[in-house]
């Protein structure tokens, strides 16, 4: 079979008698796995993040749009008010003399 065998630690002893060699792990002691898992965790925190500046952004936009949009009819009820002096909600005269 194999001249190489594995003990209950994990690590492979040489068949020489020569020191087993450790496996170095890059980038600061993680394995690839971890790596991965962070690469996606990252990359969806990301996503997160642009997908709720965005939200917001459109949002606020929205409410801006709906403010000025109401302003607007207020701004015009008072407009026709002064001019006619009729109430544009009522249509009631409020002329005093």
């Known amino acids: 079979m194999s001249d ?3 003990p209950k630690n ?3 002893e040489a068949p020489s ?7 170095r792990l890059p980038l600061g002691g993680f394995s690839v796995r971890a790596r991965i898992l962070a690469a996606v965790v990252g990359l969806a ?10 939200v917001f952004f459109l949002q ?3 409410v801006e749009d709906r403010i000025n949009a109401e302003l607007q009819a207020g701004a ?3 407009v026709v008010l002064h001019e006619s ?3 544009p909600q009522t249509g009631s005269s409020q002329m005093r003399v």
Do not use: N
């Not at 008698?17 to 496996?23: A, L």
């Not at 925190?45 to 965005?54: D, E, F, K, N, S």
């Open 4 to 6: 190489v065998s594995v």
């Open 10 to 12: 994990g690590e492979a």
């Open 45 to 54: 925190a990301m996503g997160l993040i642009v997908a709720g500046y965005t």
């Open 76 to 78: 015009e009820e008072f």
């Open 17 to 23: 008698g020569e020191k087993p060699r450790r496996r």
């Open 60 to 62: 606020q936009i929205q």
């Open 85 to 87: 002096g009729i109430d």
